[in-house]
Nanobody, 127 residues
Framework: QVQLVESGGGLVQAGGSLRLSCAAS????????MGWFRQAPGKQREFVAV????????YYADSVKGRFTISRDNAKNTVYLQMDSLKPDDTAVYYC????????????????????WGQGTQVTVSS
């Protein structure tokens, strides 16, 4: 049974930082690209970042580029999202997701491109 468990969310002031973690189990972690998405109330789930299985490739949404950094530790079966210079617009539930298909096949920026999802962690940025 595949499980993705996010942690590290919370309440932070604008300009602050948070580091999200996603621990994976029940799958061969190094065979999967890992992504982060977020969903704000009343909005669709949107792509944030993705990292290839080897960490050789990373992609970011324009809205977070230069502020967020995705990384992974295959020895710990964990993917991270370092979020700096947070803004109130970053407030959302953040989800990690696992993707078996190589990033070169595209669709890594849409939810249908992923095989497994976590339950999410709330991030709230106050102004």
């Amino acid at each position: 049974q595949v499980q993705l468990v996010e942690s590290g969310g919370g309440l932070v002031q604008a300009g602050g930082s948070l580091r999200l973690s996603c621990a994976a189990s029940g799958l061969t972690f190094s065979n999967y690209a890992m992504g982060w998405f977020r969903q704000a109330p009343g909005k669709q789930r949107e792509f944030v970042a993705v990292i290839s299985w080897s960490s050789s490739s990373t992609y970011y949404a324009d809205s977070v580029k230069g502020r967020f950094t995705i990384s992974r530790d295959n020895a710990k079966n964990t993917v991270y999202l370092q979020m700096d210079s947070l803004k109130p617009d970053d407030t959302a539930v953040y989800y990690c997701a696992a993707r078996r298909l190589d990033l070169s096949y595209g669709d890594y920026d849409v939810p249908r491109g992923y095989n497994y999802w976590g339950q999410g962690t709330q991030v709230t940025v106050s102004s």
